[in-house]
């Protein structure tokens, strides 16, 4: 068997050519998440110190784009082609679980360093301990930060690819960018407490959405009204009723589209029958500025005089407005 040679392209070189064809630079996001004020990491207190530094951050953003969408390109107009979509969802899971397995190491650590705290004696032996357990839970939030940067950078592709937004299979989806530099050991724990509260708890003013799951189809007529919301409250943040298709599917798409904060509220398989009603009040209870109550089941009925009882102002969408034409 003749072997063939090929010489292998650095990513470096393709990363070049693409920025070049396309004028891509890396976006603030990657630049925020790709920074690093550490000069050496070491995984694990016995492990010997690295000095690499982080990848470039327009390389990686490049390369999380071409393993998508290389992907999308191969099997489109093939038989394989209904299989693109399940991949590429894998590939953005792929980047959240290894994410998700990190920030696990990374609250292993903060424990080691609270610990470190109780026990400061103020010897030369402690510190030192103190400074490589700070600097390896840095390690990990820096880098846990960058992988979560290169998880939604794939999600935007994906959602750019298939019209739907990548939703994680359990748990909130979070994103957060590394900005502390090496500080303090009780501060650095500080603010890394109040990074994470603020990251699963978005400030600004909520806007609440339900919708029934069956029979709506243009979301034409969804993304209007959202974009009305958004008008009136230019940093909103989204709340649904996490349904997987109809207005709840419509109104994540458009989220993810505008860049807006989403948070869904599931149903609790330990309220059984009451787990709707129960949603419901806990959505009204967020305060929120505004309510979209698309018609739909006697749960979007409850919601509706909720809304109307805490006089909070409401827009509600009848099955009947939707364009005809949109089918």
């Not at 093939?78 to 399940?86: D, I, M, S």
């Not at 009780?186 to 959405?209: S, Y």
């Not at 996490?242 to 309220?271: E, H, N, P, Y």
């Amino acid at each position: 068997m003749t072997k063939i040679h090929r010489s292998v392209r650095p990513f470096s070189d393709i990363a070049e050519f693409i920025a070049h064809e396309t004028m891509a630079g890396a976006t603030d996001d990657f630049h925020a998440a790709f920074s690093s004020d550490l000069d050496g990491v070491r995984i694990g207190r016995g492990e010997e110190e690295m000095a690499t530094d982080m990848p470039d951050p327009r390389e990686a953003q490049l390369a999380v784009e071409l393993i998508v969408t290389t992907l999308f390109d191969l099997l489109r107009d093939t038989r394989l082609q209904p299989a693109a979509e399940r991949l590429a969802w894998g590939i953005v899971n792929s980047f959240h679980h290894v994410a998700d397995q990190w920030q696990g190491q990374a609250d292993k650590a903060t424990r080691e360093v609270q610990d470190l705290l109780r026990r400061a004696d103020g010897s030369e032996i402690h510190g030192v301990e103190l400074e490589q357990a700070q600097g390896e839970l840095e390690f990990l939030d820096e880098a846990t930060d960058a992988l979560r940067c290169m998880r939604d950078h794939a999600a935007d592709v994906f959602h750019t690819e298939t019209g739907r937004p990548w939703s994680a299979p359990k748990g909130s989806l979070v994103s957060s960018k590394r900005t502390a530099s090496v500080i303090a050991a009780t501060d650095f724990l500080a603010a890394r407490r109040q990074r994470r509260t603020d990251a699963h708890n978005p400030q600004g003013p909520i806007v609440i959405f339900s919708g029934g799951a069956d029979c709506w189809f243009d979301d034409r007529l969804i993304w209007a009204k959202l974009d009305d919301a958004k008008s009136r409250n230019p940093a909103m943040v989204l709340a649904t009723t996490a349904q997987d298709k109809g207005c709840d599917a419509m109104a994540a798409a458009w989220a993810a589209s505008r860049k807006v904060k989403l948070i869904t509220f599931r149903l609790s398989a330990k309220l059984g029958k009451r787990a709707g009603f129960v949603r419901n009040e806990q959505m009204v209870g967020l305060r929120p500025v505004e309510a979209l109550v698309c018609e739909g089941s006697g749960l979007q009925s409850h919601l509706a005089r909720l809304v109307k009882e805490k006089r909070i102002p409401a827009r509600f969408v009848r099955l009947s407005d939707q364009g005809w034409e949109a089918q």
